[in-house]
């Protein structure tokens, strides 16, 4: 939930109202890049200090992607994993429409025209991205990220990083993807918005569904190979989320 009001947040005040540097309502606009890094240093700065917050409650998944891969990694059991699903994808929406609630206290805000951060390829995509390019890049992305956040609390990574790495991880795949598909590597994050905003952004929701998890699932299988080759199962490596996000 928090990760959707803070990031997704900045990302509707940067997309959504264009506040890329100029000033609001003259119709002078910055560079989309102003817009890009402050969408990308939300999302991984909120989702570090959460890490290091809730971290040692729960693990600090709230996110799909990383449940899955670590419950394909052997480092989570099934139906744990399968609880936390359930939270995350509450959450995600809780702060969807929490967030909504938010903006349409200002009179500028319109759902139909600043959206709420969403997801998309083709026309909602600022590349214009295909739907298959779109499929590949955030299997590509969310593979990049949950290998991270595996490696990063691998019991061989350096203690109390894990945050930092983790967060910067998040922050890196922002940067390029947000002109691509928005940037998703999570499922929640990604359905939340587009059930409230509707329209093209529910349509096209699947493929930020199903291709973070499939990514998750690639991420699994590197660290697994990984960490086989240095003699350790993934039960040594981590029985329990911990520290994860």
Not at 94 to 120: E, R
Not at 185 to 195: D, M
């Amino acid at each position: 939930m928090i990760l959707v009001v803070v990031a997704v947040g900045v990302a509707t005040e940067s997309f959504g109202f264009k506040l890329f540097g100029g000033r609001l309502g003259l119709g002078i606009t910055g560079s989309i890049a102003a817009g890009v890094v402050a969408t990308a240093l939300a999302f991984g700065l909120v989702l570090a200090a959460l890490v290091y917050a809730i971290g040692p409650i729960s693990g600090c998944h709230i996110n799909p992607a990383v449940t899955l891969g670590f419950i394909g990694s052997g480092r989570m059991k099934l139906v744990e994993g399968v609880e936390y699903l359930v939270a995350q994808f509450a959450g995600g929406i809780v702060g969807a429409y929490l967030l909504y609630w938010m903006f349409t206290t200002s009179p500028l805000y319109s759902k139909s025209v600043q959206g709420l951060g969403t997801d998309g390829y083709g026309s909602k995509s600022l590349l214009h991205v295909s739907e298959g390019g779109a499929f590949l890049i955030e299997v590509v992305l969310t593979a990049i990220f949950v290998s991270v956040v595996l490696f990063a609390t691998h019991k061989a990574a350096i203690q109390g990083a894990a945050g930092v790495a983790i967060g910067f991880a998040l922050l890196m795949v922002h940067l390029i993807g947000i002109p691509l598909t928005g940037t998703s590597v999570n499922p929640a994050r990604s359905l939340g918005p587009a059930l409230v905003v509707g329209g093209t952004a529910l349509s096209q929701v699947w493929l930020f569904i199903v291709a973070p998890l499939v990514g998750a699932l690639v991420a699994a299988l590197i660290h697994l190979g990984l960490t086989y080759g240095t003699g350790e199962s993934a039960a040594e490596v981590a029985p329990e989320p911990a520290g994860t996000v």
